[in-house]
């Protein structure tokens, strides 16, 4: 008796009739219309009747919406594996993870050899097949290699790339009879799919023991291993036709097809039933008769018998897992979107667009509630005390990480909706997980602008509660300014609103720390009018580059509010002058204000190329980014100073900096303008007189932070965001730049109250580096 | 030869990215949507980078209804003939006749290997591609009942059943720049589908249609039996400075126009995934190049079917 506990799913394998292609297509829709989880078709591609098989699958899924979609079987001896193994990542990825691949070593030899296919002896098949096995999960970046190679003899990869990465691990399912094939599937396979009518019971039970063994044998579970089975059936007679050839496996009334199927799934392994059929009330009645009470009776069944039918987790995933984390404890609401070393999307998502990671588990909440269950989680997880829990809102972080090394990330992504919530207020709110370039377009039709920083890729969450140094900066002040009420998730769990009325305590902390006090879920803001913007990149001859930058700094001082600008100073090349590219924004789309505003900076120094200057909406400059996933690697170096003017002092010590060629990314942006008119201590970001930020990243972290610290009396604090030094001996020094002693003393004390045992601790943390034991500090 | 007098068509060229899949799909529809004749997608099953090609054109078709779909061109290396033959009829069957056959011979030889492929030289290429044409065809031809031998060392099928055939007289449609490949597609190709970037030169285009036209003649086959389309970059301004395709929709209608007239090219596929050029080439200039090479060929220009089926009305230029 064997029943592996696999959830119970039904399937149609319908013939691939070229006859009359919208009939065959039609049979498919009808299957998902009538609640089938799979529609399967057979691949004969010597067979002129029928289409082939991967073009219809594919034809069939986009007229879908849910239906898994499979071959059964494919035949590998026509289909090169490699191209295979990519088809099916696309149409997994076109289909949202609807395609399951069942193989087969291919039967009809003769038929294949008259299409041109080399003739295999049985066991060249077998091993055929599990050399396109190989080749296929290598493909689907299942080995974790960055270059391919399988030395096969039938089937082999040379330096080929993997990818593109899967939505979920494709499960491979073969259609096996002799032992051979049955030890490969237990060996290799995710699941066996035979037909009833061919093997007949005694073969079912007998392969199945025998997959049991081999997988057994091969450190598996038997239970990772899915028993699927082809059947044939009429609601008629024993003697009507039937889809596999023979006569049918099932026939009678609906009931005595329950009858015969029951034992088939309670004592003999099988879980998801194939019905093959063409005829559309065969299809509708399995549906609405047999299906029903299957499903109720194997329930009753094995709720009887304590039946186990927990998820089994493949060995190849399990043995990926990290030390510390209780996977298989994963709460069900965020179980099927987590992410495991071992999973085909953990490559999509290990990375953030500077740094490298490695976590342990990704957990990706889909609304506040999640994220209390995924903090609960992370919480809980004896690796959380040594790895500071990571949170992602969209991965450009600096100083916040954003990722780790065998800890917990919890992904804000999918708190993603902009709404508006009173027109005639501005007020918008947003998620954590929104991209700032998503929110200005979704802004831009109504003459609305958010300021946010200089590029559309960056998330919400990390930006809104740090600072957010953006281009109409001067003429509306910091992101966080924007700011009026915000959800948050606090270290216990709990689930608080703070604004000005509500907790005003976290509400301050929030805008300019919030990393340190929660998990903001969501963000009220209120929106400028900005109807259009004048925008100019101006390349500039910064030989005299201490002059220059006080010039520069000089110039932005001098405009009107509605002026920011931004200054990238490239490395400098030997026997070139140095450059220095400007990006100027004004808040204004009248064209003589805007030349007005961008003359003087044109007038610096010689301009290496002609300045372009445009007038255009918001988010044509802060646009939404292209889609895909970070591949950050390593660890960014990054140093942050902010100060009031660039001084011909401080202008030539940073001049040094970047003559010293220690920095491949030096850039200042101009603040201050609105961002001075908030006090100083009305947010936890306390810089309100500073009018310059500056951010330098390097190569060497030493050799920055010997420069940086020998430039500590230039600054006048610094932004946290852009600051990645975590030098013990220097984290009071890195505190105190980032947070002004009445500021961290209220910082701290807010800290203790919330998260006294320092969940929140992965980005300058205030009360330092470890978790605390919170009871200890109680007492 | 000038003008083998072959409507005029117009195409787009969607990077089809593996990490935006559905904006991929809607660059389709909207191809679709603006009136483009013709959907295309470039075929490299070694980049892991895009979605494999063919799965992509089969997806595609199911979520459009009127525009034509083709490989740009489809790796005839990684890609068995004989299934490929069996695949387009298939797509072709289940869209309604839409599919036509961009082939090539493959020229990235090393990642080919990579992925399990067999290296040919550039001459075994050429032969390679015609055997696989023959194979194709063949199984296509259900007007015999025979059973199929063709091919050779590279491609063969020996007692193949034919079919299943078509929806309709699927063209295929060579991308070539060697001599060997151009007499090549004179002789056995329904049309001749280069990158005028690759090609670098209109009088490189020229030099290519008349080996082509020279060796479809050899054939014993009409000239304009090869339909001539050109792969094309551009962007729209005010001026251009009077670059191939860089100016207005007007310029670039006037730049087709003469093209056409003079060097044949009936099928003009826009590379680029930028949607308002293709709605651009699609609702500007193709009326408008229609209209004047029609004028020029002293015929009506043909009714230029919108979305909806309604007809654009438009001057007629001298």
């Known amino acids: 008796m064997t029943d592996y506990g696999h959830p119970l799913r039904f399937g149609t394998f319908v013939t691939p009739s070229a006859q009359d292609p919208e009939a065959t297509v039609g049979?498919?829709?009808?299957?998902?219309?009538?609640?089938?989880?799979?529609?399967?078709?057979?691949?004969?591609?010597?067979?002129?009747?029928?289409?082939?098989?991967?073009?219809?699958?594919?034809?069939?899924?986009?007229?879908?919406?849910?239906?898994?979609?499979?071959?059964?079987?494919?035949?590998?001896?026509?289909?090169?594996?490699?191209?295979?193994?990519?088809?099916?990542?696309?149409?997994?990825?076109?289909?949202?993870?609807?395609?399951?691949?069942?193989?087969?070593?291919?039967?009809?030899?003769?038929?294949?050899?008259?299409?041109?296919?080399?003739?295999?002896?049985?066991?060249?098949?077998?091993?055929?097949?599990?050399?396109?096995?190989?080749?296929?999960?290598?493909?689907?970046?299942?080995?974790?290699?960055?270059?391919?190679?399988?030395?096969?003899?039938?089937?082999?990869?040379d330096g080929a790339t993997p990818g593109p990465g899967t939505t979920r691990r494709i499960p491979v399912w073969l259609g096996a009879l002799g032992p051979r094939m049955l030890r490969l599937v237990g060996e290799k396979a995710d699941g066996w799919l035979p037909s009833l009518g061919r093997i007949g019971l005694d073969g079912l039970r007998a392969g199945n023991a025998r997959i049991d063994a081999a997988a057994t044998a091969a450190g598996r579970d038997p239970r990772e291993i899915t028993r699927l089975l082809n059947v044939s059936g009429t609601f008629g007679d024993a003697d009507g036709a039937n889809g596999l050839g023979g006569a049918p496996d099932l026939h009678g009334?609906?009931?005595?097809?329950?009858?015969?199927?029951?034992?088939?799934?309670?004592?003999?392994?099988?879980?998801?039933?194939?019905?093959?059929?063409?005829?559309?009330?065969?299809?509708?009645?399995?549906?609405?008769?047999?299906?029903?009470?299957?499903?109720?009776?194997?329930?009753?069944?094995?709720?009887?018998?304590?039946?186990?039918?927990?998820?089994?987790?493949?060995?190849?995933?399990?043995?990926?897992?990290?030390?510390?984390?209780?996977?298989?404890?994963?709460?069900?609401?965020?179980?099927?979107?987590?992410?495991?070393?071992?999973?085909?999307?953990?490559?999509?998502?290990?990375?953030?667009?500077?740094?490298?990671?490695?976590?342990?588990?990704?957990?990706?909440?889909?609304?506040?509630?999640?994220?209390?269950?995924?903090?609960?989680?992370a919480r809980a997880q004896a690796i959380t005390r040594d790895v500071p829990l990571s949170v992602r809102s969209g991965g450009h972080g600096i100083s916040g990480r954003s990722t780790n090394d065998g800890g917990v990330v919890i992904d804000l992504g999918a708190l993603d909706t902009i709404e508006v919530l009173d027109d005639a207020a501005r007020l918008v709110r947003v998620g954590p997980g929104a991209r700032w370039g998503e929110v200005a377009a979704a802004l831009s039709p109504r003459g609305w602008a958010i300021t946010s920083g200089d590029y559309g890729g960056v998330g919400v969450g990390g930006l809104a509660t740090a600072g957010g140094i953006g281009f109409l900066g001067r003429a509306h002040g910091?992101?966080?300014?924007?700011?009026?009420?915000?959800?948050?998730?606090?270290?216990?769990?709990?689930?608080?609103?703070?604004?000005?009325?509500?907790?005003?305590?976290l509400f301050w902390a929030v805008r300019g720390a919030g990393s340190q006090v929660g998990i903001v879920t969501s963000f009220d803001l209120v929106a400028d009018e900005v109807a259009g913007v004048g925008f100019a990149q101006m390349v500039h001859d910064a030989s005299d580059l201490a002059g220059f930058l006080e010039r520069w700094g000089a110039t932005v001082e001098a405009a009107p509010r509605d002026t920011t600008s931004f200054l990238l100073v490239g490395r400098p090349r030997p026997g070139q002058p140095v450059v220095a590219q400007s990006m100027t924004m004004v808040d204004s789309d009248d064209p003589d204000t805007v030349l007005a505003r961008l003359q003087p900076f044109a007038a610096i120094a010689p301009l290496l190329a002609q300045a372009t200057a445009q007038i255009?909406?918001?988010?044509?400059?802060?646009?939404?980014?292209?889609?895909?996933?970070?591949?950050?690697?390593?660890?960014?170096?990054?140093?942050?100073?902010?100060?009031?003017?660039?001084?011909?002092?401080?202008?030539?010590?940073?001049?040094?900096?970047?003559?010293?060629?220690?920095?491949?990314?030096?850039?200042?942006?101009?603040?201050?303008?609105?961002?001075?008119?908030?006090?100083?201590?009305?947010?936890?970001?306390?810089?309100?007189?500073?009018?310059?930020?500056?951010?330098?990243?390097?190569?060497?972290?030493?050799?920055?932070?010997?420069?940086?610290?020998?430039?500590?009396?230039?600054?006048?604090?610094?932004?946290?965001?852009?600051?990645?030094?975590?030098?013990?001996?220097?984290?009071?020094?890195?505190?105190?730049?980032?947070?002004?002693?009445?500021?961290?003393?209220?910082?701290?004390?807010?800290?203790?109250?919330?998260?006294?045992?320092?969940?929140?601790?992965?980005?300058?943390?205030?009360?330092?580096?470890?978790?605390?034991?919170?009871?200890?500090?109680?007492? | 030869m000038p003008d083998y007098g072959h409507d005029l068509r117009f195409g787009s060229f969607v990077t089809p990215s593996a990490a935006a899949p559905h904006q991929v799909v809607a660059l389709a529809e909207l191809s679709e949507e603006v009136g483009l004749d013709l959907v295309t997608f470039q075929d490299h099953p070694y980049q892991a980078a895009f979605l494999d090609t063919w799965t992509l054109l089969s997806w595609v078709a199911a979520r459009t209804e009127r525009i034509r779909l083709a490989g740009n061109v489809l790796n005839l290396p990684l890609?068995?003939?004989?299934?490929?033959?069996?695949?387009?009829?298939?797509?072709?069957?289940?869209?309604?006749?839409?599919?036509?056959?961009?082939?090539?011979?493959?020229?990235?030889?090393?990642?080919?290997?990579?992925?399990?492929?067999?290296?040919?030289?550039?001459?075994?290429?050429?032969?390679?591609?015609?055997?696989?044409?023959?194979?194709?065809?063949?199984?296509?031809?259900?007007?015999?009942?025979?059973?199929?031998?063709?091919?050779?060392?590279?491609?063969?099928?020996?007692?193949?059943?034919?079919?299943?055939?078509?929806?309709?007289?699927?063209?295929?449609?060579?991308?070539?720049?060697?001599?060997?490949?151009?007499?090549?597609?004179?002789?056995?190709?329904?049309g001749w589908l280069p990158s005028l970037p690759y090609l670098q030169s209109f009088e490189a285009l020229a030099r290519g249609n008349a080996t082509i036209d020279a060796a479809a003649e050899d054939a014993g086959r009409d000239p304009r039996a090869v339909r001539r389309l050109l792969n094309v970059g551009g962007g729209f301004s005010a001026d251009g400075g009077g670059g191939f395709l860089r100016g207005s929709p007007r310029q670039w209608a006037e730049q087709i126009a003469e093209v056409t007239l003079e060097h044949g090219v009936s099928t003009y596929v826009v590379m680029g995934d930028d949607p308002t050029t293709l709605a651009v080439v699609g609702q500007e200039v193709a009326p408008a190049a229609r209209e004047l090479v029609a004028a020029a060929r002293g015929v009506p220009a043909p009714a230029s079917a919108g979305p909806d089926g309604t007809t654009a009305d438009g001057e007629v230029r001298a």
């Open chain 1, 478 to 505: 910091l992101t966080i300014d924007h700011v009026r009420a915000v959800e948050l998730v606090l270290a216990d769990g709990s689930v608080v609103r703070a604004s000005d009325d509500e907790n005003p305590d």
């Open chain 1, 253 to 377: 009334a609906p009931a005595a097809w329950v009858d015969r199927l029951l034992p088939l799934v309670l004592d003999e392994g099988v879980s998801t039933l194939v019905l093959a059929t063409d005829d559309e009330r065969t299809t509708r009645r399995f549906a609405e008769e047999v299906v029903p009470a299957l499903r109720e009776q194997v329930a009753h069944e094995r709720a009887a018998r304590g039946t186990d039918t927990s998820r089994v987790v493949p060995l190849a995933v399990r043995a990926a897992r990290r030390d510390g984390i209780a996977y298989d404890e994963i709460p069900s609401s965020l179980a099927e979107r987590a992410v495991e070393p071992g999973d085909a999307a953990y490559a999509g998502v290990r990375s953030n667009y500077l740094r490298g990671g490695s976590p342990g588990l990704v957990l990706r909440p889909r609304d506040t509630a999640e994220v209390v269950e995924a903090l609960a989680f």
């Open chain 1, 27 to 157: 049979l498919a829709r009808l299957a998902e219309d009538l609640g089938y989880d799979l529609v399967t078709f057979q691949d004969h591609p010597y067979q002129p009747r029928f289409l082939d098989t991967w073009t219809l699958l594919s034809y069939v899924a986009s007229a879908t919406e849910r239906i898994h979609v499979a071959p059964d079987v494919a035949n590998v001896p026509m289909r090169p594996p490699a191209v295979l193994a990519r088809a099916a990542a696309s149409l997994d990825l076109l289909s949202g993870g609807r395609v399951d691949l069942a193989l087969g070593a291919g039967a009809f030899w003769d038929a294949m050899v008259s299409m041109g296919v080399d003739r295999l002896a049985p066991g060249e098949s077998v091993d055929a097949l599990a050399e396109a096995i190989e080749v296929i999960r290598a493909i689907w970046g299942e080995d974790g290699e960055s270059e391919l190679f399988v030395p096969g003899r039938h089937h082999r990869l």
């Open chain 1, 616 to 779: 255009v909406p918001y988010d044509a400059v802060v646009s939404a980014p292209q889609p895909g996933s970070h591949g950050g690697q390593g660890e960014p170096v990054s140093r942050s100073g902010l100060l009031e003017h660039l001084t011909p002092e401080a202008a030539a010590r940073l001049a040094g900096l970047v003559l010293s060629g220690e920095t491949y990314f030096f850039q200042i942006r101009s603040t201050g303008g609105a961002a001075e008119d908030v006090p100083a201590d009305a947010t936890a970001y306390a810089h309100r007189s500073a009018r310059f930020s500056v951010v330098a990243m390097g190569a060497s972290r030493s050799r920055l932070d010997a420069r940086w610290d020998a430039l500590a009396d230039v600054f006048d604090g610094m932004y946290l965001s852009f600051d990645t030094d975590r030098r013990p001996e220097t984290h009071a020094a890195r505190l105190a730049d980032a947070f002004p002693p009445a500021t961290l003393d209220r910082l701290r004390e807010i800290k203790r109250r919330v998260d006294p045992a320092n969940v929140f601790r992965d980005n300058l943390p205030v009360l330092g580096p470890d978790p605390v034991d919170a009871e200890a500090a109680v007492r």
């Open chain 2, 79 to 190: 890609r068995p003939p004989a299934v490929l033959a069996r695949s387009v009829a298939s797509l072709d069957r289940l869209s309604g006749g839409r599919v036509e056959l961009g082939l090539g011979a493959g020229g990235f030889w090393d990642p080919i290997v990579a992925m399990g492929g067999e290296r040919l030289t550039p001459g075994e290429s050429v032969d390679a591609l015609s055997e696989g044409i023959d194979v194709i065809r063949g199984l296509w031809d259900t007007s015999t009942r025979e059973r199929l031998v063709a091919g050779g060392a590279h491609h063969h099928v020996d007692g193949a059943k034919r079919g299943p055939a078509p929806a309709h007289d699927v063209e295929i449609w060579v991308g070539a720049l060697k001599p060997r490949m151009l007499r090549l597609v004179g002789a056995k190709a329904d």
